[in-house]
């Protein structure tokens, strides 16, 4: 019957428009969310999408589902309950590695279901850098499997991951372009997907476990126990960041008397200067036009004698006693941390001059590492990228401040402001309690979200401006604007049309599930290009056509297409992954030989369980 379809102008529209944002986004010329907005104009400019629905991409209940689990999230870290759960682990794990890693990984996993994916990941590096710091684990053996489980366990619920968060809105979507005769699509519920989450996420708790003494031995033979920890000797191993904190004083026959504090920086021999006191004001990481006169005091780092020959060559009074600066580099207050970039950060494309650093965030960046490069020289001229490990000095509120902007995920254990430990029953009661509303079905997903929302705010729990700043308004951007593409790929009939040529491409007679296979294995692929979430809006409707020219059924050939969108393990298009390759230096190789196979495994056992369920 599809195939039958006649090529017309809106197919031919719609079918260009899912190519050119596919192009867009394997080139990344162009920001995606940039891109989103041009597609969304094109579709309401052409006509393929109504004028007065073009944005209801929007007010969408997917796009209000991500907004209240980003936010109940923050709600939730706010109260230091992940502090708890890594005191938990520590506990009950008894010092043993694989315990360790099955806890940890395991509780991700759990908790990814009322989550967004990146939020959890963000949540749980600090927490996982505390417990590397107590055990024998390394970075390298945790972060994967953390990833891995966290894009598994958001499985689970419908609302763990955005793919699932979206497919009700499509199955409902294509009700208005059924065939005649065809059965109305019913969404799913809460907890539809329960048994498909807990088998992928019991399939990568068993991955990994008998492939850590794998892991453990490449780690030897490539010797890099990577654990980010406050401990001097780890900068000192990792990026060549050694040495003792000292004090110069400057003397009024000193060259650096009247040069701004980033000529100072520039010097040949300058130890890495980190502060700066003069009679106006006394700050870590001043900006790079402080100007230093008689009676300053600088405060640096290095080795003694790399200090004392600068301190000599320049007519500096050294001291190596803090007796100036003492309570400004008291480890209580400030100190170094590593921060990896996630996707969605501005910082991209930016070096620290650029983004003002220390001017605007009082943080001095010591060191980039890179694709298991370490870049010390010209730091402060190296445009930024996602997945890149930034190694900052600064006051940890200031660190604090910057964090609650999402453009970094602070990897190293610090003292945080603004914590409410006291409000964590009460978090927790809200929660519960959006939860049980949305598992009731009597409202939909999103107002039982939003009314936990409502709940903490009025609280205290979080405020307002806070939960402002935890929306990745950039995601809910690219969301909102593709999603009319969706539609218009199932109203202009484009979906349809490429449904019956796929089948006709068949032999005759194929299986229904190998068809489903296939259109698995295509997503999959398809998202390692244009990232999960485009993927889902693009091959939900073709999948839900392909079910019916084939006369299977369209929820589960759609169920399929939305989870084969979030399998990917193994590219850094995946904002889990990315987050989780600079801290553990993962390379492309490694992530490939680890994630291929979990990949197709996932596939498989979604297959299976989807099919045994519906």
């Known amino acids: 019957m599809d195939s039958q379809l006649a090529l017309t102008t809106d197919m031919k529209l719609a079918l260009a428009l899912v190519f050119f944002t596919s192009v867009m986004f394997l080139i990344e010329k162009v920001r995606s969310d940039v891109v989103a907005l041009v597609v969304l104009v094109v579709l309401g400019l052409t006509g393929l999408v109504a004028p007065e629905e073009i944005f209801n991409g929007f007010s969408s209940n997917a796009v209000l589902s991500i907004m209240a689990t980003m936010i109940m999230g923050a709600g939730l870290d706010r109260t230091g309950a992940l502090n708890r759960v890594a005191e938990w682990i520590l506990h009950r794990a008894k010092g043993d590695d694989s315990k360790l890693m099955l806890l940890t990984t395991g509780l991700a996993g759990l908790q990814s279901a009322v989550m967004q994916n990146p939020s959890v990941m963000a949540l749980y590096m600090p927490v996982t850098s505390r417990i590397t710091a107590s055990s024998g684990l390394t970075m390298k053996r945790m972060l994967l499997p953390l990833a891995c489980a966290i894009v598994t366990g958001g499985a689970i619920t419908m609302v763990g991951t955005s793919p699932l968060i979206m497919l009700n809105d ?80 400057v003397t009024a026959d000193s060259p650096l008397v009247g040069m701004s504090f980033g000529e100072a920086e520039m010097m040949h021999g300058a130890p890495r200067l980190l502060a700066l006191k003069t009679e106006k004001d006394t700050r870590v990481a001043p900006a790079a036009d402080t100007r230093i006169w008689t009676g300053s005091v600088i405060g640096v780092m290095g080795t003694q004698r790399q200090v004392a020959d600068f301190s000599l060559n320049n007519m500096l009074r050294m001291s190596t006693r803090l007796k100036v600066l003492g309570d400004l580099f008291n480890p209580s207050r400030a100190g170094i941390a590593e921060a990896v970039i996630p996707p969605t950060s501005t910082y991209i494309g930016k070096d620290a001059r650029e983004l003002g650093l220390r001017r605007q965030d009082g943080l001095s960046l010591l060191a980039i590492n890179r694709d298991r490069k370490i870049i010390t020289d010209n730091v402060k001229d190296e445009d930024i990228r996602a997945g890149d490990m930034l190694v900052l000095h600064g006051v940890w509120t ?156 369209p929820v589960v050939f759609a169920l399929t297409t939305a989870l084969a969108a979030s399998n990917n393990f193994m590219t850094s298009s995946n904002p889990v992954i990315s987050m989780a390759m600079g801290p553990a230096n993962y390379t492309t190789k490694q992530l490939w030989a680890v994630g291929a196979p979990l990949g197709f495994l996932y596939l498989i056992v979604a297959q299976a369980v989807v099919n045994l369920l519906f």
């Open 398 to 553: 200031d660190l604090a401040d910057v964090a609650k902007k999402k453009d970094l995920v602070v990897l190293t254990d610090y003292p945080k402001a603004m914590q409410r430990p006291h409000k964590l029953k009460i978090a927790l009661a809200i929660f519960a309690i959006a939860m049980l509303l949305a598992l009731s079905s009597r409202l939909p997903v999103s107002i039982a979200l939003m009314t936990g929302v409502a709940g903490m705010l009025l609280t205290g729990v979080i405020s307002i401006d806070e939960a402002y700043a935890s929306i990745s308004w950039r995601t809910i951007f690219l969301m909102a604007c593709l999603i009319p593409l969706g539609w218009a790929m199932d109203s202009s009939g484009a979906a349809a049309w490429l449904a019956g040529h796929s089948i006709e491409q068949l032999p005759s007679g194929t299986p229904p599930w190998v068809i489903q296979f296939l259109v698995a294995l295509f997503t999959m692929f398809f998202s390692l290009v244009v990232g999960h979430v485009s993927a889902t809006i693009i091959m939900v409707p073709i999948a839900i056509n392909i079910a019916l020219a084939s006369g299977a059924g």
């Open 170 to 249: 499509l199955l409902l979507a294509a009700n208005s372009n059924l065939p005649s005769g065809a059965a109305t699509i019913k969404p799913l519920q809460m907890f539809s997907t329960l048994p498909v989450g807990l088998a992928l996420l019991a399939l990568t708790l068993g991955y990994f476990y008998w492939r850590l003494r794998r892991l453990e031995a490449q780690n030897r033979v490539v010797g890099e126990d990577v654990t980010p920890v406050r401990a001097q000797s780890y900068f000192s191993k990792v990026y060549g960041i050694d040495g003792d904190l000292y004090e110069l004083t």
